[in-house]
């Protein structure tokens, strides 16, 4: 298995719902990877776990919350969105944190109405 | 921080046509991709290359870490290699590893 699967593909929620958003991987890659992609624009870094523990935040405001249940799952709990919130989210992992390639899944497209 | 720059934004080619993006990146660096994204917004690595020359069919790269560098061949061009290419660099901190994207470069092949 050589794929990051994530769901759902599509996600359209309110301002005050809560949703979360999942993302899985059997290759074995020890580190994995949130980011966050605008219309037009290039991905960028949200989050980063390395061996299940959270290693690097970008300064992502508290109503994302990640968690890593395991070293295959990566989940993205959303609470209390703001329409400039929407965006493609991608999930990404690597064998190790650092010096070896990504592998994207196709994302979550993300709508906060 | 690192700043990765590509060239040219917005390339329109003819089938069959050959053509050349460019990657520049301003320090230096663990790792660098070459990623397309369809339009359906998947990231499909290309290339894992840090340095040296890679080959995988119709596309080639070419990363000259020295001079901070990387370039994408993409020869004989189809209609569905059409989309945004992404060159991405690494570096790794004591916390981990940041992948950063360059803006892209949005490709489109005319039948």
């Known amino acids: 298995d050589t794929e990051v699967t994530q769901t759902p593909k599509h996600l359209v929620m309110g301002m005050t719902n809560k949703k979360s958003l999942k993302c899985e991987q059997h290759?074995?890659?020890?580190?994995m990877y949130w980011y966050k992609q605008k219309a037009k624009k290039p991905p960028e870094l949200m989050f980063v776990y390395s061996y299940e523990k959270l290693s690097i935040n970008e300064s992502v405001p508290s109503r994302f919350s990640p968690e890593c249940p395991n070293s295959s799952l990566l989940n993205l709990h959303l609470h209390a969105l703001q329409p400039e919130d929407s965006a493609l989210y991608l999930c990404a992992s690597s064998q190790e944190a650092g010096g070896s390639g990504y592998t994207f899944g196709s994302g979550t497209r993300l709508t906060v109405v | 921080g690192i700043q990765v720059e590509q060239s040219p934004p917005d390339l329109i080619l003819q089938e069959g046509a050959n053509s050349t993006l460019r990657c520049n990146f301003s320090?230096?660096?663990?790792?660098l991709q070459w990623f397309h994204q369809n339009p359906w917004g998947q990231l499909i690595n290309l290339f894992y290359?840090?340095?040296g020359t890679k080959q995988n069919g119709r596309l080639s790269a070419t990363t000259v870490a020295t001079e901070r560098y990387s370039l994408l061949y993409i020869s004989s061009s189809q209609t569905t290699d059409s989309g945004v290419y992404f060159c991405a660099v690494e570096r790794i901190y004591n916390q981990g590893g940041k992948l950063i994207f360059g803006q892209g470069t949005e490709l489109s092949v005319k039948p």
């Open positions: 290759m074995g890659h020890r580190a």
């Open positions: 290359i840090p340095s």
């Open positions: 320090d230096s660096v663990n790792n």
